[in-house]
Nanobody, 124 residues
Framework: QVQLVESGGGLVQAGDSLRLSCAAS????????MGWFRQAPGKDREVVAT????????HYAASLKGRITISRENDKKTVYLEMNSLRPADTAIYYC?????????????????WGQGTQVTVSS
């Protein structure tokens, strides 16, 4: 059974940084594209960042570009999301997702496997 387990969320102050991690139980992790998405209360789930099989194939949400970095360690079957200069508007549940096709798509519907999410709360 595929499992994606996020960690690293929490309550921080505006301007702080966080590093989210997602550990995957995917046998062929390196073949999957991975993505980070977030969902704030009352809003749709939106893409934050994605990374393809190749670590140089990345996509960042325009509103977050410059403040976030996605990376992966295939030998550890883990994907990371570094977030800097956090703002209250970044408050959301952050989800990790895996795409079997291996392409760093930004569409929620393209991702086959999802984690349970980790809460990030940024206070002003």
């Amino acid at each position: 059974q595929v499992q994606l387990v996020e960690s690293g969320g929490g309550l921080v102050q505006a301007g702080d940084s966080l590093r989210l991690s997602c550990a995957a139980s995917l046998r062929t992790f390196s073949n999957y594209a991975m993505g980070w998405f977030r969902q704030a209360p009352g809003k749709d789930r939106e893409v934050v960042a994605t990374i393809g099989r190749r670590v140089d194939h990345t996509h960042y949400a325009a509103s977050l570009k410059g403040r976030i970095t996605i990376s992966r360690e295939n030998d550890k079957k883990t994907v990371y999301l570094e977030m800097n200069s956090l703002r209250p508007a970044d408050t959301a549940i952050y989800y990790c997702a895996a795409d079997t096709a291996g392409l760093p798509t930004t569409r929620v519907s393209d991702y086959d496997h999802w984690g349970q999410g980790t809460q990030v709360t940024v206070s002003s």
